[in-house]
């Protein structure tokens, strides 16, 4: 029974994501998804990485949360536009709570959706909301193991940023172990070395992304025409 059950959640989310998914696409707005564990860095790469993207992307965040509006704050104080979803307890966010905030944006008025899920490896990994691309983040202060410990989520991912990489001399973290790992499970996952301190990755993690929205933008024109 919980099987069937969560067999018939999944299939209404997947339903819903392609709405949102179809939404999406009407607008030419492009969405990626970026998810990892709790801390490892997820609102301060989004707040380097819309730091330097060029000004002229017009780019709305919406960002997950068991409780507190304290990232969508950070966002906002940083000049973007952001809302915070409160999950009140859930450790995802689902199809059906983006697709009701889609419906309040001004599509029309967008380039880009970025999605800062909550903090979990696991169930942000079962639960398409429409986006374009899953991102996944593995900072250093982690076990290089983690890829083949949370399968999924990197085996779904295009992208893994290897995060928090200036602290390499101060920790036994395997880097090579970490991509090779990662590549195992998947091995189109492309993967960037990511700091904010330094900012080093951050202009290939932008041009990444600026690819990616044209290759959407390129696919929905040749479908229009």
């Known amino acids: 029974m919980k099987i069937q059950i969560e067999e018939k959640i999944l299939s209404e989310n997947d339903k819903l994501a392609l709405e949102n998914r179809k939404l999406l696409a009407q607008h030419k707005v492009y969405s990626f998804n970026i998810i990892s564990s709790p801390g490892s860095g997820k609102t301060s790469i989004l707040e380097t990485f819309l730091t330097e993207l060029p000004k002229h992307h017009r780019v709305f965040v919406l960002i997950g ?21 409160i999950t009140g307890g859930a450790c995802h966010l689902t199809a059906k709570v983006i697709g009701r905030h889609l419906n309040e944006l001004d599509l029309h008025e967008l380039d880009m959706l970025v999605i800062e899920n909550v903090g979990n490896l696991v169930c942000p990994a079962a639960y398409d909301l429409g986006e374009d691309d899953k991102v996944v983040v593995l900072s250093v202060t982690e076990g290089e193991d983690k890829p083949l410990k949370y399968p999924s989520i990197f085996s779904k991912a295009s992208l893994m940023l290897l995060h928090k990489i200036d602290l390499l001399p101060y920790l036994k973290f395997d880097k090579q172990k970490a991509i090779e790992c990662a590549k195992a499970l998947n091995p189109h996952l492309h993967i960037i070395e990511t700091s904010c301190f330094s900012g080093q990755g951050f202009k290939e993690f932008i041009a990444w992304i600026s690819s990616r929205l044209q290759e959407k933008r390129a696919r929905v024109k040749n479908k229009g025409d």
């Open 65 to 85: 949360d068991v409780q507190t509006e304290n990232d969508a704050m950070r966002i906002i104080k940083a000049g973007y536009k952001a809302r915070q979803i």
